[in-house]
């Protein structure tokens, strides 16, 4: 039950994300809108809203500490010049509500002492830190005994401690975050659990994830492990891939014989603890933004993937991805790309520069998305993913022809054996007209010898009347002689 918990707030969290990532902010002149401009005060604005409200930070340096004691919405102008400065005193922002939504900020200079952070949020659940750049702060942000709450898309950098710190905190999704070139640890974890941790890059730090205390259960998969020490051993046992998938690790030396982008052999962590199915390069993710609609496009690939972009042929209708791919010269590069079969969905293909190569559909592929794979020599390469509608008619022809000729194949066996059984019926009826015939000249020959015999027991039969009608009369005529000298010699006697 726990873990189909789990899963389901994974599944809700992702989607809550996809509409962070794809959301673009429309500000108002409305009573639910309060701005403010350089030289005002970000706390006296959040401290007039009510719940609900858009607190809009224009561009400019802010120097305050600020209490998000509210669920509004806290949303900075530009995220490179819209400032919240501390200037090395205590925690920038204190979320100490539920609900709130902290976006668009440089958010930086913390104070050093324990607890001091750029964003803490505390005891409280379902907020948004999303879109910042964190730099220059004891922490970047700590979670403290808080639940599902979602880190997306932020910066967070040189940081003196860790860039994220989780205490006595779970449910809680991490995704789409650049960790990196913080001074000890890149996440770290105390008595947390059931947190996921996907699509981020943490590299650079001292060591990549601590696990301590207790820290069970929480997911991780989809993310860039490029650090000193990527992670520690631990005492509890965490999930390290989700559905078929891992992380990359910078020092990960297994094979791919199979060629699908993904590691044959586990990265071990320690016994309780391995990554089944590691990643072969750096995983990213690129969002399409079509009719209404959002889509994904994600990359496993040991070249840097760079200017992607979708388009739509203006005359042949093909839906085309565009991109960029560079790694070092004379090695051998690949792509595993997962399409959304909405956005793409008749057959793939893919040029690199001017040069068609055919790619592999890996098993993997399901109604949602396809998975390609694909090798090409390293250097900068151009490469375009073209859906072709064209193709699809053309497969389709292909297939049509097929159907008919294997149906014309089946007529013509059809044929040959209505025909050999039509060749074996005219034997077995030549058969049976001799065996009539044969029948027949029997018959006759039987009914000769009954005529003859009718006639030759007639003829018996007369003669048999005629003997017997003779055997009568004379019998008769015998009887009445006899009678008759009977009583003769009587009439004799009597006289006498």
């Given at each position: ?82 400032i919240i400065d501390g200037f090395g005193s205590g925690t920038v922002i204190n979320v100490t509500a539920n609900s709130v939504v902290v976006k668009g900020f440089t958010i930086r200079n913390s104070g050093i002492g324990t607890g001091d952070s750029a964003i803490l949020i505390e005891s409280y659940i379902g907020n948004v ?15 403290s005994t808080s639940y599902n709450n979602i880190i997306s898309n932020n910066t967070i950098s040189n940081n003196d401690e860790a860039g994220m710190y989780f205490y006595s905190s779970g449910d809680n999704v991490v995704t789409g975050n650049v960790i990196t070139n913080n001074n000890y640890y890149g996440i770290k974890f ?207 022809l292909l297939g049509q022809f097929s159907g008919l000729q294997t149906g014309l194949y089946n007529l013509n066996m059809t044929y040959y054996e209505l025909l050999y059984n039509y060749t074996a019926l005219m034997e077995n009826y030549s058969l049976l007209q001799e065996v009539y015939q044969a029948l027949n000249s029997s ?54």
């Open positions: 039950m726990r873990k189909n918990v789990t899963i389901l707030f994974i599944i809700l969290g992702l989607l809550s994300i996809s509409c962070l990532v794809t959301h673009k902010l429309s500000v108002k002149a409305n009573p639910g809108t309060i701005y403010v401009s350089p030289g005002s005060s970000i706390q006296v604005a959040i401290n007039s809203a009510n719940p609900g409200d858009t607190v809009f930070v224009f561009k400019g340096t802010y120097s305050e500490q600020i209490i998000v004691n509210n669920s509004i919405y806290l949303i900075g102008e530009d995220v490179e010049a819209t830190i999303s879109n910042n750049k964190i730099v220059n702060n004891k922490v970047g942000i700590i979670v105390h008595s947390s659990t059931n947190n996921l941790i996907s699509d981020n890059t943490i590299s650079f730090n001292r060591l990549g994830v601590y696990l301590y205390f207790h820290s069970s259960s929480n997911i991780f998969y989809h993310n860039n492990f490029d650090n000193t020490n990527q992670t520690t051993s631990s005492e509890t046992t965490n999930a390290w891939n989700y559905d078929g998938e891992g992380n990359y690790w910078r020092d990960y030396t297994g094979p791919d014989l199979d060629n699908d982008g993904i590691g044959d052999t586990p990265y071990t962590i320690d016994p309780t603890n391995r990554d089944n199915f590691p990643l072969m390069g750096p995983f990213s993710v690129f969002n399409i933004n079509l009719e209404q609609k959002a889509y994904q496009v994600a990359f496993v690939s040991n070249s840097t993937i760079s200017a992607f972009r979708f388009e739509i042929g203006a005359e042949t209708g093909n839906q085309i991805l565009r991109f960029n791919a560079t790694g070092q010269n004379n090695t051998v590069g690949f792509c595993r790309v997962a399409i959304p079969m909405e956005l793409m969905n008749y057959p793939f293909i893919v040029t690199v520069d001017t040069e068609e190569v055919v790619p592999t559909l890996l098993s993997v592929s399901n109604e949602t998305y396809r998975y390609i794979y694909f090798k090409f020599f390293n250097s900068l390469r151009a490469i375009s993913i073209i859906s072709s509608r064209t193709l699809y008619l053309y497969d389709e018959y006759q020959e039987h009914l000769s010898n009954y005529s003859e015999d009718m006639d030759n027991f007639r003829n018996l039969t007369y003669i048999f009347a005629a003997t017997t009608a003779i055997f009568l009369a004379t019998t008769v005529y015998l009887s009445k002689r006899a009678h008759t000298g009977l009583t003769s010699r009587k009439g004799v006697a009597e006289e006498k």
